[in-house]
């Protein structure tokens, strides 16, 4: 796989290259959490929903001075930014707490969730896949691609309902909704594995397929080597890093998207639900500090992979 | 008499891909004895890789071939020999090399490790005694300082040096057989000449058969013995070297050897000497294939294959000049005559 990162051949050219994805990654989060920010206050109204049915006006009023909603936006805008740099999150008008408390709460939720989906991902897809890309056009390669195909293009909460449907409410074997118990977590996981384990299986079969027809594959077999020994020996050291980034970019994938959605249709406390409760209720602290907390998280991971994958590289091409 | 090494017997080879059937040989037969060197030659396109690919089956998993005819060697049919005795012929028995030294080799794998894998399979060495044996054949091969190069992977070596890699690897089992195709053409010059030198020193102390694949006739002159030139599928001319090119037959070869370039310059790429293209879909038709761009072409040419006839001692060509001459000279009782 050739990457953009083979440039940064240098100790000093890894540390600019690293300063400015940070820089990249700061600025995308503000200007993420300026949009929802403005949009939230502009639209939105925090104390309406937060208020009984009954209110009074001067009930209402109250709670807006109660949560500033009463000074410019502006000023509060700044004022948030402030927080920010000083790692202060807001309040939570829903819960009443310090916004990050909610998020960091919520956060080992989805990790949990996110690493076994991941794993439940790679395993689906990484082992087809490459048992399918060296026997390509064969029966297992159609049959496999077909499944693969079809679990990446059903939508994800429809898969998780579908689940939820046949194990939790068919037979029953399974619980659907929390996180009360260990076998809480295996449908939602088992959803995230369809589906990324899909496009795992999609990359990796390629990536195998390629690597099988290059030229040093058929000397490979020239020499009479087993069709085994040639991937074994052969192709799966030259595409064990490209595999692992695979795996790696989808880990990112999944907190950009299905792990929200899996989250809710699961009811798993973790953040993709904590967003969308806060969404709701118009908790918009909550919101942004989730957003921000996984944003970062993507970045972070983002940056990991790459390291990881130029490390590697260098390793290779120092040997 | 003893049987030949290699006795290919009406060989073809069909594609079928998304736009039809591809002929890419279409009746093929040679034989080669044990020391002999032959040269194949051709345009590109006219099947010499995949006749040679054919022999030990060597083809993509999602190519859908069909293979026919038989190849003996040794007097045992390669196609239809099960996979596991085809894998101890593969590498043990014949020994191949690629046309692209850059691409031919495991970019991850250090290059002794890649002999000695075959060592390992073929000769049944251990691991120290298989990668010292690399070494020892890296050395033969002309690699200085060996027992270093033999831990480095190929991208610390040339062109020309990993065409020699490739070189020791083929012959790392001591093959019967070398097949090479186009081993030199991707590689400049006087690099070319050392290792067809090279190539030429092996089959003589290692005794063994080499099939050298090219479209250049001066790397055949340098090289075999014999040659035979290939056309859409088909062989149209077989002869040794030194007769072939005093006496060419056939109107394709002609237009060949017209255009064969001082040596120095042979390898400045695939030459196309003679005016149109050869067909696409290889041969598999009713008339000399050659017949749209021959200028001796005639109405029989058109509707019919041309026999393979005996046009001088050991020199045989597939052309209908050449047949019916044969057949007036035989009756005339004086085979073989050529034209004042
Ligand atoms: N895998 C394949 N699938 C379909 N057609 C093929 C395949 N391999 C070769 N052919 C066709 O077979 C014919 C002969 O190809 P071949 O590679 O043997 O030519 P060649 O004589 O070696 O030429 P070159 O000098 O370019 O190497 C060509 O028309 C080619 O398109
Ligand atoms: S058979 Fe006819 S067309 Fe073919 S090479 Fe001979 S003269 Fe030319
Ligand atoms: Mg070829």
Known sequence: ?319 | MSLPLLEVDDLHVTFNTASGPVHAVDGVSFTMESGDSLGVVGESGSGKSVTARALLRLFAITDDVRIAGSVRFDGVDLLRIDERKLRDVRGGQIGMIFQDPLTSLNPLMAVGEQIAESLRLHRGMGRSEAAAEAVELLGRVGIADPERRATELPNSFSGGMRQRVMISLAIACRPRLLIADEPTTALDVTVQAEILLLLDELRRSEQMALMLITHDFGVVAATCEDVQVMYAGRLVEKASMVHLFDRANHPYTEGLLRLVPRFEDAHTGRLHPIAGQPPITGGGGSSCAFAPRCSHAFDRCRSEVPPEVAVGPQHLSACWLAAERAKDATEAGRPWKRDP
């Open chain 1, 1 to 319: 796989m050739t990457t953009t990162t083979t440039a940064a051949s240098s100790p000093r050219l890894l540390r600019w290259m690293l300063l400015r994805r940070l820089r990249d990654g700061v600025v995308v989060l503000l200007l993420v959490v300026t949009v929802i920010f403005f949009l939230a206050h502009v639209v939105g109204n925090p104390a309406l929903v937060f208020a009984p049915v009954d209110a009074t006006d001067e009930h209402i009023a109250e709670l807006h001075r109660q949560f500033g909603l009463d000074r410019p936006v502006l000023v509060r805008y700044f004022e948030y930014l402030g927080g920010l740099i000083q790692l202060d999150f807001g309040e939570s008008t829903w819960q009443q707490r310090p916004a990050i408390d909610a998020v960091v709460e919520a956060l080992p939720s989805t990790i949990i969730l996110t690493v076994v989906g991941l794993a439940a991902a790679a395993a689906a897809g990484v082992i087809p896949g490459v048992v399918a890309g060296a026997r390509a056009r064969k029966p297992f390669d159609k049959a496999s691609n077909l499944a693969s195909v079809t679990a990446l293009s059903v939508p994800n909460f429809w898969l998780g309902l579908l689940l939820i449907l046949l194990f939790g409410v068919q037979l029953g074997w399974l619980p659907t909704s929390g996180r009360f118990e260990t076998a809480s977590i295996v449908l939602p996981a088992a959803t995230l594995g369809i589906v990324h384990g899909g496009r795992i299986f999609q990359l990796v079969r390629s990536a195998t397929f390629e690597e099988m027809s290059k030229p040093y594959v058929t000397v490979a077999r020239s020499k009479g080597l087993t069709e085994w020994s040639i991937l074994r020996r052969h192709v799966l050291r030259n595409t064990g890093v490209t595999t692992a980034t695979i795996v790696g970019w989808e880990y990112v994938r999944m907190w950009g998207g299905a792990v929200f959605a899996i989250e809710y249709v699961f009811a798993w406390p973790g953040i993709g639900l904590l967003t969308i409760d806060a969404a709701h209720r118009q908790d918009f602290f909550v919101l942004q500090a989730a957003v921000i907390i996984a944003g970062a998280f993507v970045i972070f991971s983002n940056l990991l992979i790459d390291l990881g994958y130029q490390f590697i590289d260098r390793r290779i091409a120092a040997s």
